[in-house]
């Protein structure tokens, strides 16, 4: 099984930068993003392969996000640039083993979450 840690939540003010990581104990074929504000549903944010490095963001984050990977630190990261209040939500790092996977029912795996705090 596979056990996903994620940490770097923090409070910062709207159009300040955030590094998420997510250090996982195995691989899987992606490895994804999700969030979740208070009284919404959880929501994708950004996907990424392990074995090719290709990625997918959603709409509201395209262009102000970056997901990438570290193979020797097995490790996901998040970089948030140009954060909105509208960010503000719990972050999860997942995993799974579907391929172009946007929908929480999709991955396998998931760690604790990590707040994220944008204030106007």
């Known amino acids: 099984q596979v056990q996903l840690v994620e940490s770097g939540g923090g409070l910062v003010q709207a159009g300040d930068s955030l590094r998420l990581s997510c250090a996982a104990s195995?691989?899987?074929?992606?490895s994804a993003w999700f969030r979740q504000a208070t009284g919404n549903e959880r929501e994708f944010v950004a996907t990424?392969?392990?074995?090719?490095?290709?990625?997918y963001y959603a709409d509201s984050v395209k262009g102000r996000f970056t997901i990438s990977r570290d193979n020797a630190k097995n490790t996901v990261y998040l970089q948030m640039n140009s954060l909105k209040p509208e960010d503000t939500a719990v972050y999860y790092c997942?995993?799974?083993?579907?391929?172009?996977?946007?929908?929480?029912?999709?991955?396998?795996?998931w760690g604790q979450g990590t707040q994220v705090t944008v204030s106007s």
């Open positions: 997942a995993a799974g083993y579907r391929p172009t996977a946007y929908r929480s029912n999709d991955y396998n795996y």
């Open positions: 195995g691989r899987t074929f992606s």
């Open positions: 990424i392969s392990w074995i090719s490095g290709s990625t």
